[in-house]
């Protein structure tokens, strides 16, 4: 085959530049052999890794703000991801040696020897570009950019991206154990943020947040540049924000928790028992980074979250033995003139809804394990956990014991609701404890 002509090797170059990274990627990775390819499958593997070095390259520089314009992104600053294109286009027509020395910079970076002092440069450059309008892809990224959060914040960012690019480098140190040299440094960067422009202190804030795996985590990144203040001065500041969209994150995850019901299904429990764990790690990150008063201006809030989470999450956990009554209900038979006793009952098929019921709370009580003691209802849930292996363990017991009698009361339902027991041992153990369920029945 000949090269493809040019015409068509356009039409492929823009289809490759509308690509995503990952399509990028992998097509690269699908060309790289040097046998078996083709004039033209050569000519399309250029193509490709031009646009890779071009996205190697792109990122690199725009490190400090590529979180801000990722997809999907939700956060209070958030710019489409397009935007990043239109800017690196603009840059190479605003200054093209730069941005080729850019690339050779990334080709041969070295962590210990490499400065990013060039890439600051062209983040600078962007940023004035963009509050310039200097040519027509300043504009049209511009344009871009006043669709999220806007181009004058976007500038700004660019503006501060030597700060952010090594802070952003320094966020795991600064996650770990706090010592005075940490301290310092997160402390001289909230400085010289400071002193680029005294409003900046947010998004340079943000533009860390949008880095982390936990977002709520910036507060302790800001507690730590602030020593430790206490939540009514925080709350005083331009950085309240942070901490007021996490109590409303917090509030809407407890709300999540108050709607659940068990008709939510296993899935629906898993969610729910989500939004508990990071309602229990964002309460946790106020009480560890700020000096809270029970009278402060989050510290009452932050109380009264608690207290409504462990209240939610006990009724819930308190709901499990009910629901297992129904899966595996059982009747009252008299043994003697004072002893009664529940034996399974086997007047009726097992009834799917009740199953699925008692799984979607066995499903929330064994998903919560993690949350539980930092929650406030470990205590509960022990006492649910127990009651529900008690009644489980009876339930096996005493059916197993009527399919062995000589005449066995209703051996199909019996095995039937041995299977049901199964699905919940599954749930409330493991799949090896809901094999030897079935096994049992069987041998029986």
Avoid at 174 to 180: C, E, K
Avoid at 200 to 212: D, G, H, K, W, Y
Avoid at 259 to 278: N, Q, S, W, Y
Avoid at 319 to 340: E, K, N
Wanted: one cysteine or more; a neutral charge; charged letters at 30%.
């Amino acid at each position: 085959m000949s090269p493809l002509p040019d015409a068509k090797l356009k039409i492929v170059r823009a289809l490759v530049e509308q690509a995503p990274d990952k399509a990028v990627s992998t097509l690269l990775m699908a060309l790289s052999s040097d046998s078996g390819l083709d004039a033209g499958l050569i000519a399309v593997r250029a193509v490709v890794e031009v646009e890779a070095r071009e996205r190697r390259t792109r990122a690199t520089v725009f490190a400090p703000i590529s979180a801000l314009c990722a997809r999907g992104r939700t956060g209070r600053l958030a710019f489409p991801p397009k935007t990043l294109g239109r800017l690196w286009t603009a840059l190479k027509l605003e200054a093209p040696d730069r941005c080729e020395a850019a690339h050779h910079l990334v080709a041969e970076w070295d962590a210990e020897t490499s400065r990013p002092d060039l890439l600051d440069d062209l983040c600078r450059l962007a940023g004035r570009g963009l509050a310039d309008g200097r040519n027509g892809e300043f504009i049209a990224a511009a344009a871009l950019a006043d669709e999220g959060s806007g181009a004058g914040t976007l500038s700004r960012c660019l503006e501060l991206a030597a700060i952010t690019r090594r802070s952003i480098a320094r966020l795991p140190d600064w996650l770990g154990r706090v010592t005075d040299e940490k301290a310092a440094l997160l402390r001289l960067a909230f400085k010289d943020v400071a002193k680029i422009a005294p409003d900046s202190e947010p998004l340079f804030f943000e533009s860390l947040a949008a880095n982390l795996a936990e977002p709520w985590r910036i507060l302790h990144i800001i507690a730590m540049a602030m020593a430790r203040p206490s939540d009514t001065y925080l709350a005083s500041t331009e950085l309240a924000g942070f901490g007021e969209d996490l109590l409303a994150d917090i509030d809407s995850r407890l709300d999540l928790l108050k709607r659940f019901t068990r008709d939510a299904g296993a899935d629906g429990a898993r969610a729910t028992a989500e939004a508990l764990h990071v309602a229990v790690q964002e309460i946790v990150e106020f009480e560890r980074s700020l000096n809270l008063s029970p009278e402060g201006v989050w510290g009452r809030r932050l109380i009264a979250q608690r207290r409504t989470l462990a209240a939610a999450a006990e009724a819930h956990l308190r709901a499990v033995d009910d629901a297992m009554s129904h899966a595996l209900p059982l009747q009252t038979v008299r043994l003697g003139p004072r002893t009664l006793k529940g034996i399974p009952r086997l007047t009726a098929e097992p009834d799917p809804k009740m199953a699925e019921r008692a799984i979607t709370l066995l499903t929330l009580l064994q998903e919560t394990r993690v949350s539980a003691a930092a929650g406030g209802f470990a205590s509960a849930r022990s006492k649910a956990l127990e009651i529900a292996e008690a009644r489980l363990d009876e339930y096996i017991d005493d059916t197993l014991h009527d399919l062995r009698a000589e005449a066995p009361r209703e051996p199909e339902r019996a095995r039937a609701f041995l299977e049901v027991a199964a699905q919940l041992s599954a749930v409330l153990r493991d799949d090896k404890a809901a094999q030897l369920v079935r096994r049992r029945a069987a041998a029986a």
